[in-house]
């Protein structure tokens, strides 16, 4: 199938910092894409990929599951590894969780971890009609596009996959486990008026890693896509900056073409 215009996953070759950036559950590159762009002007290497059945139709997603999700960013983490000398995580949504879960398994082949607005549990009482309402429901309304910004839009999905909605919380659960292991240096940034992840899941996240250079950043103007939001600019330079306080030579090296 052909990608959603604006889906395309991104790429930059920059200098020795590498940056992983991980779109959330039904989005799609487009949504982070201002943020990688910032941080490859700035001599980043950068990568931006498209997790597979994202991007398309939600026909695509129904067949694909968080071990699907997890084994691509997984991949394009050991590719930056190839090439930089510091390698930092970050997402949206369960882009942040898929980034926690990297920092979580790979130790110090990760430098450190910047989530906005993380995902750690499916909530309601619709999360434990999941395992059945899967098999009798192909699919709900959409979460797409939680954005106070006029004009702005996310290219997602209108309907979210029940099986894969059911495999997400089974993602979460799994990495709630593991985030005992992340102890890398941790820049979180959350909005105040997120309808889709509640402030809960911050907490717990904050709560739960052993991480000790903690960061927490409060996004007052944006809702759940802060990253395309008022406050999409506080979160370029509050990321920016914390990668450049890990990295020094962050900003110092001259960049390559954009691929």
């Not at 989530?115 to 797409?144: C, D, F």
């Not at 759940?224 to 090296?253: M, N, Q, W, Y």
Request: charged letters at 20%; proline letters at 6%; glycine letters at 10%.
């Amino acid at each position: 199938m052909p990608v959603l215009p604006g889906a395309e996953p991104y790429r930059h070759a920059g200098g020795e910092v590498g940056v992983l950036l991980c779109h959330g559950f039904t989005g799609s590159p487009q949504s982070l894409r201002p943020w990688a762009e910032h941080h490859a002007a700035h001599g980043l290497t950068v990568s931006l990929p498209l997790l597979p059945g994202h991007g398309t139709r939600w026909e695509d997603m129904q067949v694909t599951g968080w071990q699907d999700w997890y084994a691509e960013v997984d991949r394009e983490l050991r590719l930056l590894r190839e090439r930089c000398s510091r390698v930092f995580v970050a997402g949206l949504s369960m882009g942040g969780t898929l980034a926690l879960r990297l920092a979580a398994r790979n130790g110090t082949g990760v430098d450190g971890v910047v989530v906005v607005n993380p995902a750690n549990k499916v909530h309601g009482l619709s999360a434990y009609a999941l395992p059945v309402a899967r098999h009798l429901v192909r699919t709900t309304r959409g979460i797409a596009s939680d954005i106070a910004k006029p004009g702005a839009a996310e290219v997602g999905y209108d309907r979210v996959p029940l099986h894969c909605a059911h495999s997400l919380r089974n993602f979460f659960r799994t990495v709630d486990g593991e985030l005992p292991r992340v102890t890398q240096p941790l820049l979180l940034l959350r909005s105040t008026r997120d309808h889709v992840v509640p402030a809960v899941d911050s907490a717990r996240i904050l709560s739960r890693v052993s991480s000790t250079d903690v960061t927490e950043v409060v996004l007052e103007q944006s809702y759940h896509v802060a990253t395309l939001d008022h406050d999409a600019d506080r979160i370029f330079e509050e990321s920016l900056t914390f990668i450049g306080r890990l990295a020094p030579s962050v900003g110092k090296e001259g960049t390559a073409a954009v691929g």
